[in-house]
């Protein structure tokens, strides 16, 4: 097995994960650079022995010995970071969105094609387990003709109204990993998007302009309806279900709890809380997409995850963006 | 106690359980004639000893000592019955819908106005303890400001097509009663209705111009959003869930099993299957109905569910039809 | 279908469920004739229209039409009525115990079987559906060889103590139903008993000579072990739980919930209490018991639960007794 | 914070876990010596990059530079790993048991207090996340005074017979982490021993003079029972609960599954199957017990877990294996 040689742009929340992966579970690779602006993830490089740890990208991306750069940086980097690594031939994983802006995602994505280099985009959820369980059910016949979704996101608590003025909106930020579910579970292409959304949570969302509840139903091009629910604040935690009825069947993907404790007392029984964030439930998620990433790599297979499924995604949450302000369902079409 | 003397017309499956249930389980009551075309049915109230038994509705409607009359014949006779029962001065309880025609409905709600005659309308699910049991964490502030309610209701089998084609459609069949509970959990009016309808179990319910499968998005004046899906066939059972999202909590009633027993093999963990229709699911609903009836009469209470829920609850179905039929959503203004 | 008609003696908690089940639920039978000695329970048959309302036993047991004597009167009394029914011909259902000495369980048992009479005995726990489901995996194979059964029986509340004093203690009053599940749940006999025993939950109950907490393991002939854990007071609510291990799989029955809701908030999930008690919980078993009955009678089937199940569970007793008595394990063959 | 310098012996199942875990998820820590006598096991080490990696104990022991020796070679040399060690002066983490004989373990233990080293001995099942939220249960007053403790412990397979035949016996090898637990949650220690054991699963285990299925009935000096159903093997995955009963509540540590994912068809619902075994079940508790045994060392706090507790659930198995075999509750002090 030929080591797979990587650099890592950002080292954030999810940069950490990812370099922590690399490092500790997946054999066969090393982590040649690390590039972070700050000090903090500088230190976080170097306690895991990465030999070149720089404030600068170029740097990282043209290391004549890496192969594949990771991009973890802010969104308004992507873009530039992904077009430079494909320039430089390098494998790219990219973490969502590749950029808020639907021209500048086309143009990345041209850029990567016409290098001939290959991409995967970070939706992580498909890899979840018990998600995944989900699609095996459909896979292997078990649910019959789909005839509809129903998926609910909830997140803990909403980001700071900094975070959400530079995020694109819900739809952009948080439904686009529902937008890619529902892509993902039908195995088909959305034509029409009816979206309702409201500021419940907190005004200071409202006053930055955008919503923190929001209402999507998505019809596809197979006669599959998905329905999204998504919200900024669940006071009860991090709430992720995902359920898709069949002609033969239906599954659903509930919440873990914190552990698996109940107890009873005279006014009933009590199950623990769901688990915090993402950083907790989606533990298993987040290296396997790394894994599936290296192995690709590896194997020369097409990626599983592709900047194409991030530009639907896009698309969609457009599309939901248009279906708020003008009150009416809209065609995909409709979308340039 | 004074003894209340009833009169029942139709006894198909609904009418049963209600002879049944006033016969065995509800002290203080008389049920005196009982009406049904047929053999079959007149000889189910003879065995419970209904000292009247009969073939003529009038009969029974205008029996001196009847105090009120039971409505459980087919649904074109009821706004027929009702309106005899109201000008004879009974009290009445009727199964929905009171008609299939907007205009009939209103005539027959002033027929019993100006009779000033108590009339229930038999909206039961309201009434199931797992339903009950969400409304009263909404009423106890458990839930804190409501901000949506998901509903899923699905039949085990579709019923056969000449049912359908005298059902009035499946929004006035079915969903009739997850509009009823929209209104009764979010304790508001509809604004908005957004519908999509499908046929996808039964080529015969489409070729008699009905729908089987339905999604509905309403929005409420007091900003509630409630989302419904709706399929003539669940081939995993008769699956009536209901889910209710706030700002303080969330509650859902879940399906029961057929028994509490889980068995464990090599391939998992197995449940029972859900109850097989609402015969057996809404077995207490069912009975808690006419209790809260014979209640409402004795204590001269008004009415828990009124002609008037029967009404609205039509109105949103008729806005359904049309935002189907249109593609669009349809403000409930726009229904006469 | 000829009609069997019955008699009934006594008309406590236990003698109303069935008078209004045989009156109510089951076709084809007649109660001719109750006996209770205070007015309140003679109240009762007579709002069922039972044509004969008596304090005398004698006069119903002798009532010339009366084919089948249903006995829930208080336990001193059950021997003495099921002679006298057995002596006049009469086809007997009678709660457990047949009497607290087994001496005279011997005696009356003889009676029955030298008048030829069936006889059942008010073992209801086995119909319940959840544990009956749980039968039924054993027998069409699922379990494999059964290894060992768990058994938990718990009351949310200790009787009055005047009920303890004359109960004939824990393992006879209450443990006896556990006894009779082992057995029925095995096939096999017991040959050894260990019992822990202790007076935990109330200091009234052990000045009464009584112990409110057991412990019992049971060997069987086959080779299963069989552990039950028994409380006079579960404040959770009443705890009846059975699960069995076995070489090819496990099937257990779990507690039902007051309804199907469930609450989240901060602090984690909520479900409801417990059934309040064996009025509610066995609701459906008691009907089956006695429809059982009917169905044996009516095609001369012998008696699902029969005089010799209820001799075998109190010698089970017995032998819990003396174990926890002289603190060794007590084999069955020690018991006259 | 200064670094904690470790040597470790053994590199097998457990070993790797520990390694894995220092090197990756510990902060503050350095393993500098390894030592395996399998070239398998020292390239594992060296894959982690361990400076010294030998086939010699004493090597590792002796490393002037190691603070902590942690101990994961076969049962039969933990002994004398345990005494070099303390007697170099090294603080001491050692897998269960510290030997299979009584006299031994007490006399290493003495070596341990002669040499006044921490020795932390490695129950691990105490710090599974879910058993230790039976524990706060208990020790926040949720539950009251104790009543009952009810434990199942089943593996999915039976290990090979060789290793059986060196394990010390069910009771010695598997049982012990029950007796512990038992001990743990209780508070308290064992007075009486009543224990069954057959060999049901696997005639070899008979052959080689062990059993495969065990049941035992503790007794608390603080009054509490314990009772413990422990079986080589569960053909529906590695099952382990844990159940406790109080006077104001009761509370339960249930298995987890696979997903989440629940499938509904025409015969119920399906849940995934349990856990494969402790490697999958237990990820969390082998990373707490080495965290809390840097955290005793850094902290110069008592051993979370001591060798006096190994000794202590080492004398519960002699007395189980006495009971079995004299068919009879043993006293605790009947045990040298």
Chains 1, 2, 3, 4 share one sequence.
Request: neutral net charge.
């Amino acid at each position: 097995m030929k080591t797979t040689k990587l650099g890592i742009l950002g080292l954030g929340r999810i940069g950490r994960i990812h370099l922590e992966n690399l490092c500790t579970k997946i054999p066969g690779v090393e982590v040649l650079a690390a590039m972070n602006p700050s000090e903090a993830g500088q230190a976080f490089a170097r306690s895991w022995n990465v030999p070149l740890v720089t404030s600068d990208a170029d740097t990282v991306i043209n290391h004549p010995d890496i192969n594949a750069i990771v991009v973890c940086s802010p969104t308004d980097s992507h873009a530039e970071y992904v077009q430079k690594a494909a320039r430089a031939g390098k494998a790219i994983f990219c973490e969502k969105p590749l950029d808020l802006s639907l021209e500048t995602v086309k143009q990345t994505l041209k850029v990567v094609k016409d290098a001939k280099v290959p991409l995967m985009l970070a939706f992580n959820q498909r890899l979840d387990p018990s998600f995944a369980a989900v699609k095996e059910k459909i896979n292997d016949g078990s649910i019959g003709n789909i005839i509809s979704v129903h998926i609910i996101s909830r997140d803990p608590e909403p980001p700071p109204v900094h975070y959400i003025k530079s995020s694109g909106g819900l739809f952009m930020d948080m439904t686009i990993h529902d937008f890619d579910m529902s892509r993902h579970i039908t195995g088909s292409e959305v034509t029409e998007v009816f979206a309702k959304g409201y500021n419940l949570i907190d005004p200071e969302i409202g006053k930055a302009g955008d919503i923190d509840t929001g209402f999507i139903l998505l019809t596809f091009e197979n006669g599959v309806t998905v329905i999204i629910e998504n919200s900024r604040k669940a006071i009860y935690g991090y709430d992720q279900r995902l359920e898709v009825f069949g002609t033969k069947g239906m599954v659903r993907a509930e919440n873990p709890y914190k552990d698996t404790s109940l107890f009873f007392d005279e006014s009933g029984g009590h199950m623990k809380r769901l688990p915090d964030f993402f950083m907790t439930r989606y533990v298993v998620s987040y290296l396997r997409e790394m894994e599936d990433f290296i192995d690709a790599l590896r194997n020369k297979r097409p990626m599983p995850i592709t900047g194409e499924d991030g530009l639907k995604a896009m698309i969609i949450a457009v599309a939901a963006n248009r279906s708020v302000k003008e009150g009416r369902p809209v065609k995909i079409t409709e979308i340039g």
